[in-house]
């Protein structure tokens, strides 16, 4: 299986902040990364795929680069909504695997 | 509005069996590949299985092979999970999600998610 390593695994930052949030993967998956949003209790929120795509609907402060197996999502002006938990997936093979997890909240 | 909404999780003893169902809205059923991913202990997710949109292509993880068995019935626009033999280690809360096309190959899958539904295997 293809091994996603996401860092780092928790952030602190402030309303109007700029994080950048980075995963690895064990092999190459072209462009193959998908990034959601989880808040608890809902469900998980597709923000970027195929590396660099902004989902529909999805505010443009949030945006993705990468390809191989290096990747970052990049979140502009943070927002109060935006304190969640983010992770990465890799569709290039059916097992779909998922970074560990970012959790970011507010310092 | 794409709308997924898990049902029939619970507490099941070892070697159980449980269904869980993914009643899905929003879209044309059939046209679209599902998928069931599960996130235990450590919150570590892990895709279990999938679907083609006809039903007729399936893969699995290994470590539910034999075990479990996704389903779909277009008529009712529901997926399902049949999950037998059940261990400890089954444990977790288990998301229903839909991928962007027919297939579930390369580029296309995870694309909506379900809340969740959770699953405890123990005696």
């Known amino acids: 299986d293809i091994q996603m390593t996401q860092s780092p695994s928790s952030l602190s930052a402030s309303v109007g902040d700029t994080v950048t949030i980075t995963c690895r993967a064990s092999q190459t998956i072209s462009s193959h990364l998908n990034w959601f949003q989880h808040k608890p209790g809902k469900a998980p929120k597709l923000l970027i795929y195929?590396?660099?795509s902004l989902q529909s609907g999805v505010p443009s402060r949030f945006s993705g680069s990468g390809s191989g197996t290096d990747f970052t999502l990049t979140i502009s002006s943070l927002q109060p909504e935006d304190f969640a938990i983010y992770f990465c997936q890799q569709n290039f093979i059916t097992s779909y695997t998922f970074g560990q997890g970012t959790k970011l909240d507010i310092k | 509005e794409v709308q997924l909404l898990e049902s029939g999780g619970g507490l099941v003893q070892p070697g159980g069996s449980l269904r869980l169902s993914c009643a899905a809205s929003?879209?044309?059923?059939?046209?679209?590949?599902m998928t069931w991913v599960r996130q235990g202990p450590g919150n570590v997710l892990q895709r279990v299985s999938s679907?083609?949109?006809?039903?007729?292509?399936?893969d699995y993880a290994d470590s539910v092979k034999g075990r479990f068995t996704i389903s779909r019935d277009t008529s009712k626009n529901t997926l399902y999970l049949h999950m037998d033999n059940l261990r400890a280690d089954d444990t977790a809360i288990y998301y229903c999600a839909r991928c962007r096309g027919f297939d579930f190959w390369s580029g296309s899958c995870i694309e909506y998610w379900g809340q969740g539904n959770l699953v405890t295997v123990s005696s």
């Open positions: 679907i083609s949109g006809d039903g007729y292509t399936t």
């Open positions: 195929g590396a660099s």
């Open positions: 929003g879209f044309t059923f059939r046209n679209y590949a």
